[in-house]
Every structure is written in C-alpha cells, then in structure tokens.
C-alpha cells in the first residue's frame, strides 16, 4: 500500500523560506514520478512540481519557477520541495502524491492519484 506523510508546513511572512518534506512507502522513488500540488482556500488542486527520477526531469509551475525546488532523497525515499522567496498566494494546503505523471513539461492531476493529507503553508503579508 502506498502512504504519503507531509511534513514541514507552518506559518510565514512574506519573503520567507519553508522546506517541505514527503515521505513514501509502498513505491520506490527510483522508478515513480512524485509530485507537490497544493490547494489554496476556495480553488482547485493544481500541480506545483514534480520530479522523475528514472529521466531526471523536473516540472515547475509557471508561478513557483525560480523560487521553488524539488529534489529526493532516495535512499530516505523522501521528497523535497524548497520554498524560497515566499508570497501570500502561496498559501495552501499542500499535498505529496505518487505514482504520477510527469515530464519536463507536464504534471498530470488524477483524483485516483495516492495523496498524502497534506501540510498547511501560510504566508502572511
């Protein structure tokens, strides 16, 4: 069975930094895309980053380029996502999932997808 725990979330003021962290069991990181989504109050799921071990690509979404990152360490089948230079829309409940899709350029969104319960990121202005 797949579990997903998501840790590392909390409250911060603009222009902060968090780490978040996922760790899996029941799926190796080696061979199954794994990626962040997050919920903002009142709005859908969206993709945020994800990242593909077996190629080595990574995805970000348009808004998170350049202050997001998302690394694993596969040993600790863990998932990273650091996030820098933080703003108040990134406020959200954010979510690990896996197996997912994902490529460079595409991060795919199935509600069938194992989700973890999610860490609450707050950034306050």
């Known amino acids: 069975e797949v579990q997903l725990v998501e840790s590392g979330g909390g409250l911060v003021q603009a222009g902060g930094s968090l780490r978040l962290s996922c760790v899996v069991s029941?799926?190796?990181?080696?061979?199954?895309?794994i990626g962040w989504f997050r919920q903002a109050p009142g709005k859908e799921r969206e993709g945020v980053s994800c990242?593909?071990?077996?190629?080595?690509?990574?995805y970000y979404e348009d808004s998170v380029k350049g202050r997001f990152t998302i690394s694993s360490d596969n040993a600790k089948n863990t998932v990273y996502l650091q996030m820098n230079s933080l703003k108040p829309d990134d406020t959200a409940v954010y979510y690990c999932a896996s197996p997912i899709a994902c490529s460079s350029y595409y991060i795919g969104y199935d509600e069938a997808y194992r989700w973890g319960k999610g860490t609450l990121v707050t950034v306050s202005s």
């Open positions: 029941g799926v190796s990181l080696d061979d199954h895309p």
């Open positions: 990242i593909n071990y077996s190629d080595g690509s990574t």
